[in-house]
């Protein structure tokens, strides 16, 4: 009887199991507490660390943007001068087209023929003029072909006038003008307007026989296609010259 225990010893052991769970259950709510305030101070420390880098950037967002706005007005000028610059160019290239231009009207007009007026736009001219037969037209206008100057020619009118002058014959041009080419001159540059000049056609004039049957062909295509004498013919530019021979 001597080790016989007679005190309540399992609801001792009972309540000192409940204090362990209790001391456990405390311990584990503690820790989740300080785990979550050490991860709430973590966060805050990478939200403030990221607003940070936000504002850095957006410094330099407007820095570049203010480059950005620097540049295009940059480019805005530079294309302003560039096109000034084009137009300088032009206007530097096309300064002694002028002086060719009128010192080859004056190549290569015969003498039967005259201008009243003349028209540049751009890259073409209008040429008006009155001459005594469709002959010298076609002669004018073949000068003009071989002018280094000038290229392609189309008539646009022609009017037979039967009066009594000298050129009864009214006539209207449209010249294409050009440049010469880079090996008309030996150091590349447009030929000078001196004597030395390659000169068209008309410095050399055709006479004889040749002169003749171009004439009479001229003259056999105006008649077949021409209207009876009194009429008055204006035809297109790519049209058979046309006009009663007087």
Not at 1 to 11: D, E, F, K, V
């Amino acid at each position: 009887m001597a080790h016989i225990n007679l005190l309540p010893w399992r609801a001792e052991r009972r309540k000192q199991r409940e204090r362990e769970f209790f001391l456990q259950l405390a311990a584990a709510f503690v820790a989740a507490v300080l785990f979550l305030i050490m991860w709430v101070f973590w966060m805050d420390m990478r939200i403030d660390n990221q607003n940070e880098r936000n504002a850095y950037l957006q410094t330099e967002i407007k820095q570049l943007d203010a480059r950005i706005t620097k540049i295009q007005d940059l480019e805005k000028v530079r294309s302003r001068l560039l096109a000034r610059k084009q137009i300088i160019e032009q206007l530097q290239a096309n300064r002694a087209q002028m002086v060719h231009l009128f010192d080859e009207l004056v190549k290569t007009i015969p003498a039967s023929a005259r201008l009243t007026s003349l028209k540049q736009t751009g890259d073409s001219m209008t040429l008006d003029g009155v001459a005594q037969s469709n002959a010298s037209v076609a002669e004018y206008m073949r000068n003009i072909e071989t002018s280094p100057w000038m290229g392609q020619t189309d008539l646009h009118k022609t009017e037979n006038s039967h009066d009594a002058s000298r050129m009864p014959y009214t006539f209207g041009l449209n010249v294409a003008l050009q440049r010469p080419k880079q090996s008309d001159a030996p150091d590349g540059s447009p030929p000078a307007t001196s004597s030395t000049a390659a000169k068209p056609a008309q410095a050399t004039p055709v006479t004889g026989a040749k002169a003749a049957d171009d004439k009479a062909a001229v003259a056999a295509k105006a008649t077949s296609a021409a209207p009876p004498a009194t009429a008055k013919t204006v035809t297109p530019a790519s049209s058979t010259v046309k006009g009663g021979a007087k």
